[in-house]
């Protein structure tokens, strides 16, 4: 592709080498030119598995001029000051989840972005998902179809905080939050400022397998279920129909399945999951084409949901 994202990366860890790094031969926007690690043992597997130059510590990535853009996969703790760091190196900016911790870290990010007015972007990848910006295009036209407010049911297991995120990019805002925990497992009651309910289960299995993913959206005309993101089942049915009339039929609806009957797809895990999509929407972005889909309010707000989970549990 002509003019690419000269794109450096920060950090080398399992998730970044499991999915983003990955990612990035199916984004042909961009083109990876140098690793940060912590330690000379990482830097140096990292130039032998990528090929490109390793840096030790992030700094000495972000005085490189030859990068453009980076993305950063970093624990939690350590993101916000690295973004900060980016940002007001000139550097377009690609954070991982949660990116943002404590509302300390929102201030610090925004005031960098207003003396570097950089794109920043934040990588809720389930917002990229397909099956989910099916299920939410769905959602926002049946909105308009009728009156009456939407009951959310999210299971998931115990990192839930892109659930957090989506149960705001579904329904907006929350305006109260009743939680009750044990271990971590949760189990969340949310009030929406639009009069949806919403409910968030999350439990934390010792294995992993368990399909255990589904979001399903209700109101009595209709029933929205994505599941385990390989299936999304939409039934509206807007008349009465008294239980003696029922028929086989009579629940008829729409079912969407990921394809995997062709090779070589967009359909694969990276795409499934909205690894890809999110750095290839990144530079897109980068070239200014449009604003992120997910930004710094989407992450501060996400985190004022964590937030306020937490204090309710322990209430």
Known sequence: MDNPVRL???GAGQHARSMLYPSLHFVPQV????????????????KS???????????????????EAVIISVPG?????ISAAALEAGKHVLCETPAITSAEDTVRIDGALTDHPNVYQVAFCLRYAPIYRKLRSLLNAWRQEGSGAFCLDIRYYEW???????????????????????????????????GDLGTIRSTAFRNHAIPYEEVEITRDDGMLRATDRLQLQYFREPDTLPSQDMAFDSAGGTVWRNSTSVAYNRLNTLYASGYAAEIEDFAVCVRGSHAPVSSLDDAAKTDALRRAVEAAVQE
């Not at 703790?77 to 000051?81: D, I, M, T």
């Open 8 to 10: 450096g990366f920060i």
């Open 31 to 46: 083109q990876l030119m140098a690793i940060a690690t912590q330690t000379e043992t990482s830097a140096a597997r990292a």
């Open 49 to 67: 598995d990528f090929r490109v130059r390793c840096h030790i510590g992030y700094e000495n990535l972000l005085a490189d001029d030859e990068i």
């Open 77 to 81: 703790k350590h993101a916000a000051e």
């Open 160 to 194: 839930i905080h892109h659930f957090y995120n989506m149960a705001l990019y579904l329904c907006g805002n929350v305006s109260e939050v009743r939680a009750w925990g044990q271990g971590k497992s949760r189990r969340i009651v949310l009030t929406f400022e639009n």
